[in-house]
């Protein structure tokens, strides 16, 4: 989840989910499952403390990244700084900047996890759960997005894409691997969240993994507390190559109602990606209305608000208003979403390719 991925993943980077149901233990952080959380992917304590008081208005959460490289002090200053104003507080386990955890990395991710786990009990830090972003490997999904970009035939571009990782030896294993990492964070107390791509919802219909085991997640069969599926419009939209409002809410709204239909009250959506004119210039929001048609999508999907997760907290810390983003208008009439052609044949595609692929 660094400053990288935004340029990389097709069409979701991360995102995050901080609805992380609370646990009873001391050092854990009440009231952590009931909120729209933010995730900060480069985290400094003077720019949290800055919008510390926007987070605590408008009842948010907060996340960020947690490396092996992270500064271990200022995390655990960060941690007790948001909850002494009342704020969540959840951590992104990632072993390094684009280091997505997938089926290659299982290892890694779960000795790393475990790390996180021991330095929050060991300091006693109010930390209401982990967040681990799932993804296909950064190479592959870089070499995808570029191709796409180029036009020409986007079907046979993902169908040679998943054709590539039909037969994965790790598969199995790294299932194994997070269901044993998940349940033994349950027994330490901790909740834990998944954020992924959103096409692997369209595995969900056969009961077999063949898109999961094709895109390096598995997802299904382990006892994820939320899964926030990043269906990033802002992304889609430089993909498809349209800005039309109706057809970006629609990719949100027909997602979202996949997740709460396979995954009940575990699903959850990541929107974004807020405009960050560093990490990834013109590929955020064009204004607050654009994260708002995302909510009200999602919403009409029938989420809540907190499952749905706007990424990144970057894109408010570099805004001079960053409470505009949150002025919406949830009452007013909804409108009728419609996937449009892409999307449909691209959602086809993927569950005729499940279907041959069993």
């Known amino acids: 989840m660094g400053k990288t991925l935004a340029a990389g993943a097709w069409p979701a980077l991360l995102s995050l989910s901080l609805c992380l149901g609370c646990a009873t233990e001391s050092h854990r952080s009440p009231g952590f499952c009931d909120r729209m959380g933010l995730v900060s992917y480069d985290p400094k304590p003077s720019e949290i403390r800055r919008i510390l008081p926007l987070l605590k208005e408008r009842e948010l959460g907060l996340g960020f990244n947690m490396r092996p490289?992270?500064?271990?002090?200022?995390?655990?200053?960060?941690?007790?700084?948001?909850?002494?104003?009342?704020?969540?507080?959840?951590?992104?386990?990632?072993?390094?900047?684009?280091?997505?955890?997938?089926?290659?990395?299982?290892?890694?991710?779960?000795?790393?996890?475990?790390?996180?786990?021991?330095?929050?009990?060991?300091?006693?830090?109010p930390v209401g759960g982990l967040i681990i972003d799932m993804e296909p490997s950064f190479s592959r999904l870089t070499r995808l997005r570029r191709d796409m970009s180029r036009g020409g035939n986007r079907i046979g571009l993902v169908l040679e894409y998943l054709t590539e990782k039909l037969t994965d030896p790790e598969y199995e294993a790294a299932h194994a691997g997070y269901r044993k990492l998940v349940e033994e964070a349950h027994e330490r107390g901790f909740r834990v969240v998944l954020t992924t791509v959103p096409f692997v919802l369209d595995d969900m219909e056969d009961g077999d993994p063949t898109l999961q085991r094709c895109m390096e997640c598995p997802v299904a069969g382990i006892e994820w507390d939320q899964i926030a599926f990043q269906v990033y419009s802002t992304i889609y939209r430089d993909i498809i190559g349209t800005r039309d409002s109706s057809v970006l809410a629609s990719f949100v709204n027909d997602y979202a109602k996949s997740a709460k239909k396979h995954f009940g009250d575990r699903g959850a959506v990541a929107i974004g990606l807020l405009p960050d004119r560093i990490a990834w210039p013109g590929q955020g929001y064009d204004s607050p209305e654009g994260l708002e048609a995302d909510v009200r999508a999602a919403t009409a999907a029938g989420l809540p608000l907190?499952?749905?997760?706007?990424?990144?907290?970057?894109?408010?810390?570099?805004?001079?208003?960053?409470?505009?983003?949150?002025?919406?208008?949830?009452?007013?009439?909804?409108?009728?979403?419609?996937?449009?052609?892409?999307?449909?044949?691209?959602?086809?595609?993927?569950?005729t390719f499940d279907q041959n692929n069993n």
């Open 69 to 125: 490289n992270t500064d271990r002090d200022e995390a655990a200053a960060i941690v007790r700084m948001a909850a002494a104003d009342g704020v969540p507080v959840g951590l992104v386990c990632e072993i390094g900047i684009g280091a997505f955890a997938n089926t290659s990395n299982w290892r890694e991710y779960s000795e790393w996890t475990c790390e996180v786990m021991d330095f929050v009990e060991a300091n006693g830090l």
């Open 306 to 351: 907190s499952r749905i997760h706007p990424y990144a907290l970057e894109g408010l810390l570099r805004d001079d208003n960053p409470a505009r983003w949150f002025e919406w208008d949830l009452d007013s009439p909804r409108m009728k979403y419609q996937p449009d052609l892409t999307l449909v044949l691209l959602r086809t595609t993927l569950r």
